[in-house]
């Protein structure tokens, strides 16, 4: 079949690129323009026309790409026409008049190129998350892992993985000869230099799905404390509903932002007291949730009512900022146990220190962001494949060492199969769908 989609942007823009890829390419091509081919990969003018009635739709460029030097290995072609709303519908009305042509799905240009081996399934990835990478930070990240540095590793780890099961069988295959040695001790080594190498890897913070996916910041801490203002000063916009009766947030407020390039979701959330309203004790509970999963607090306080014991003790014992708001209304100095917290002193009607605050938390992401390592996992479906195949390592170096070489191939098998899984090497159909269905439709 012959799919094709809008691969630009909806909405009004310049310039619009249709995109038509599959086995019937070439003759929609020459229907739409009346025309032979033209040279491949070369921007031609063109007249494009309805297919049924040869009315005029619009003039612009054509790409025609032969397969397989295609983005998708097929024949494909790319059509650039002026991006008013009538007109694209319009070239796409007509393409669906073609009984050999369907709308495509998403992601299914991409994963037609995985599919017709042109990239691997980490660089699908990829571009998935280079097209959504709203800060410099994501699209670094993105642009290393399209270099193809994690799929080259994982391949590394699953090559020395292949050889050492390749030892195993040929016992399994020739039990009556005894494996040299050395051979035995390779296969414990190179195991357990895998092992290493993949614990290595999974120790790294997560800091490349916190990338990806935006660090986690909580607003939290008693009523009253001014955390809603906080979350409206950082946004410079009114988010969340700011109200001097107490209790005024029941439910998480989230807003993304983009401080200095780092991707961020900061959540205001209800304010934390003992309550009898059971909306407002249901909101106190996602607040404590939100809390803990985290990747910093803001725990907002009072500077005229600081009471650090009880949760509050418990919110500011690891990554978390302690932001003592109203400091106009202070009038004498802080308790010095204070001082053993990271702790900012700020007044947001005034606008007073909110620049320091902000550099603290910049400098959390710094040191959250610092790695002497390439980033490997950006995802959890990455992690998960590694920690299945540590477990899968584990069970074969029990079993290789009581010899047990038949379940011990086993366990090795299934090793492989989990690296295999992240960069596309085995029969991956039932993880396709979920990846692919997260691209736009046209990419």
Not at 48 to 54: D, E, F, K, L, P
Not at 65 to 91: C, N, R, W
């Given at each position: 079949m012959t799919i094709y989609a809008l691969s630009s942007g909806p909405g009004i823009s310049g310039v619009a690129v249709v995109r038509i890829?599959?086995?019937?390419?070439?003759?929609?091509?020459?229907s739409l323009t009346k025309h032979e081919l033209p040279s491949p990969r070369v921007a031609t003018l063109r007249k494009i026309n309805n297919i049924n009635t040869s009315e005029l739709i619009d003039e612009?460029?054509?790409l025609w790409f032969p397969g397989p030097q295609s983005y998708t290995g097929e024949d494909m072609v790319e059509i650039h026409i002026h991006g008013g709303k009538a007109v694209v519908e319009a070239l796409l009305n007509t393409l669906s008049n073609v009984k050999s042509c369907r709308?495509?799905?998403p992601g299914e240009f991409t994963k037609l190129a995985f599919l017709n081996g042109k990239i691997s399934l980490l660089k699908a990835e990829s571009i998935a998350d280079l097209i959504s990478a709203e800060t410099e930070i994501q699209r670094l990240q993105a642009v290393k892992i399209m270099k193809g540095k994690s799929s080259e590793k994982f391949n590394e780890l699953r090559e020395k993985l292949l050889k050492i099961l390749?030892?195993?069988?040929?016992?399994?295959?020739?039990?009556d000869e005894d494996l040299p040695e050395e051979n035995l001790k390779k296969i414990k080594e190179d195991s357990w230099?895998?092992?290493?190498?993949?614990k290595k890897i999974l120790n790294d913070q997560k800091v490349g799905e916190i990338i990806r996916e935006g660090f986690k910041i909580a607003i939290v801490g008693p009523t009253n404390a001014g955390k809603s203002s906080l979350l409206n000063n950082l946004s410079n916009r009114e988010v969340a509903i700011v109200s001097e009766i107490a209790g005024t947030t029941r439910d998480v407020v989230e807003t993304h932002l983009n401080i200095d390039g780092y991707p961020v979701i900061i959540s205001d959330t209800a304010g934390i007291r003992d309550s009898k309203d059971e909306i407002e004790k249901k909101g106190?509970?996602?607040?404590?949730?939100?809390a803990e999963n985290a990747d910093l607090k803001l725990v907002v306080v009072d500077a005229k009512n600081i009471d650090l014991s009880g949760f509050l003790n418990d919110l500011l014992k690891k990554d978390a900022i302690l932001v003592i708001n109203k400091s106009d209304l202070l009038k004498e100095k802080l308790d010095s146990e204070i001082s053993k917290f990271s702790h900012v002193?700020?007044?947001l009607k005034d606008n007073l220190n909110i620049d320091k605050l902000i550099s603290k938390i910049k400098k959390h992401f710094e040191n959250k962001f610092i790695s002497e390592e390439d980033i490997l996992i950006t995802r959890e479906r990455h992690r998960q494949h590694l920690i299945q195949c540590v477990e899968h390592l584990k069970n074969f170096s029990d079993k290789n060492e009581k010899k047990d070489f038949d379940k011990a191939a086993e366990d090795l098998r299934l090793a492989t199969r989990q690296l295999g899984m992240i960069v596309g090497k085995v029969d991956v159909e039932e993880i396709l769908g979920s990846i692919f269905n997260d691209f736009c439709i046209g990419k």
């Amino acid at each position: 079949m012959t799919i094709y989609a809008l691969s630009s942007g909806p909405g009004i823009s310049g310039v619009a690129v249709v995109r038509i890829s599959g086995p019937d390419s070439s003759n929609v091509l020459k229907s739409l323009t009346k025309h032979e081919l033209p040279s491949p990969r070369v921007a031609t003018l063109r007249k494009i026309n309805n297919i049924n009635t040869s009315e005029l739709i619009d003039e612009g460029l054509i790409l025609w790409f032969p397969g397989p030097q295609s983005y998708t290995g097929e024949d494909m072609v790319e059509i650039h026409i002026h991006g008013g709303k009538a007109v694209v519908e319009a070239l796409l009305n007509t393409l669906s008049n073609v009984k050999s042509c369907r709308l495509a799905d998403p992601g299914e240009f991409t994963k037609l190129a995985f599919l017709n081996g042109k990239i691997s399934l980490l660089k699908a990835e990829s571009i998935a998350d280079l097209i959504s990478a709203e800060t410099e930070i994501q699209r670094l990240q993105a642009v290393k892992i399209m270099k193809g540095k994690s799929s080259e590793k994982f391949n590394e780890l699953r090559e020395k993985l292949l050889k050492i099961l390749s030892f195993v069988e040929a016992k399994i295959d020739f039990p009556d000869e005894d494996l040299p040695e050395e051979n035995l001790k390779k296969i414990k080594e190179d195991s357990w230099n895998v092992l290493h190498e993949i614990k290595k890897i999974l120790n790294d913070q997560k800091v490349g799905e916190i990338i990806r996916e935006g660090f986690k910041i909580a607003i939290v801490g008693p009523t009253n404390a001014g955390k809603s203002s906080l979350l409206n000063n950082l946004s410079n916009r009114e988010v969340a509903i700011v109200s001097e009766i107490a209790g005024t947030t029941r439910d998480v407020v989230e807003t993304h932002l983009n401080i200095d390039g780092y991707p961020v979701i900061i959540s205001d959330t209800a304010g934390i007291r003992d309550s009898k309203d059971e909306i407002e004790k249901k909101g106190i509970k996602l607040s404590l949730k939100k809390a803990e999963n985290a990747d910093l607090k803001l725990v907002v306080v009072d500077a005229k009512n600081i009471d650090l014991s009880g949760f509050l003790n418990d919110l500011l014992k690891k990554d978390a900022i302690l932001v003592i708001n109203k400091s106009d209304l202070l009038k004498e100095k802080l308790d010095s146990e204070i001082s053993k917290f990271s702790h900012v002193l700020i007044s947001l009607k005034d606008n007073l220190n909110i620049d320091k605050l902000i550099s603290k938390i910049k400098k959390h992401f710094e040191n959250k962001f610092i790695s002497e390592e390439d980033i490997l996992i950006t995802r959890e479906r990455h992690r998960q494949h590694l920690i299945q195949c540590v477990e899968h390592l584990k069970n074969f170096s029990d079993k290789n060492e009581k010899k047990d070489f038949d379940k011990a191939a086993e366990d090795l098998r299934l090793a492989t199969r989990q690296l295999g899984m992240i960069v596309g090497k085995v029969d991956v159909e039932e993880i396709l769908g979920s990846i692919f269905n997260d691209f736009c439709i046209g990419k």
